[in-house]
């Protein structure tokens, strides 16, 4: 929803940044995910988005899922999509959709559940981001504006985080 300039611009910085940062992904054994639909992207950023899924592909460290054209529901959506064509060819039987199912065609194919969700800008909403991978998440809500938001702001979240009981909507062992 944003206008066209905009959204120009921030391609044009986003392939150069994928660009010059790739070395340094791979040496920092990050992997990384572009989480959205692609589709509609130019050319050579798709192009160089598939290189830098693919010269990261074997980085077992930290997992970097960056989102671009996204929108939870989207997501959603998609996944349903492509469920309902493999079961329409026979590929799935509706009685075998599961959750695992979901997941698997959710962007990208190997998503993970998100732990710590760190939502900046005083905002107090997810804002249609990660719907189903933020399920179980601890939601850390600050006043910080992104541009702002420091290395020392990061550890505030993470040790915030730590201090959580993670009960995965189960109970605590006081309550059983």
């Known amino acids: 929803k944003r206008p066209s300039l905009e959204v120009r611009f921030l391609m044009k910085l986003f392939k150069n940044y994928l660009i ?3 070395k340094e992904l791979v040496e920092d054994n990050v992997q990384v995910h572009i989480v959205g639909d692609t589709s509609v992207l130019s050319e050579g950023l798709r192009k160089g988005i598939a290189e830098c899924e693919r010269d990261t592909a074997r980085n077992n460290g930290m997992v970097l899922n960056v989102a671009i054209n996204y929108g939870g529901r989207m997501e959603i ?3 349903m999509r492509e469920i309902a064509e493999k079961v329409e060819r026979g590929e799935i039987d509706p009685s075998a959709i599961s959750e695992d ?3 698997a065609h959710l962007y990208p194919s190997d998503a993970m559940d998100v732990d710590l969700l760190i939502r900046t800008g005083g905002e107090s909403r997810i804002s249609n981001f990660l719907l189903w991978q933020a399920s179980y998440s601890e939601l850390y809500f600050t006043p910080v504006l992104w541009p702002d ?5 990061l550890e505030k979240a993470v040790d915030w985080y730590t201090g959580r ?3 995965f909507g189960g109970l605590t062992e006081k309550d059983h």
């Not at 938001?149 to 702001?153: A, H, I, L, R």
Request: proline share 0%.
């Open 149 to 153: 938001f420091t290395k020392e702001e």
């Open 101 to 103: 199912t979901v997941k």
């Open 165 to 167: 009981d993670r009960r």
């Open 77 to 79: 959506v998609h996944a």
């Open 20 to 22: 010059s940062q790739l």
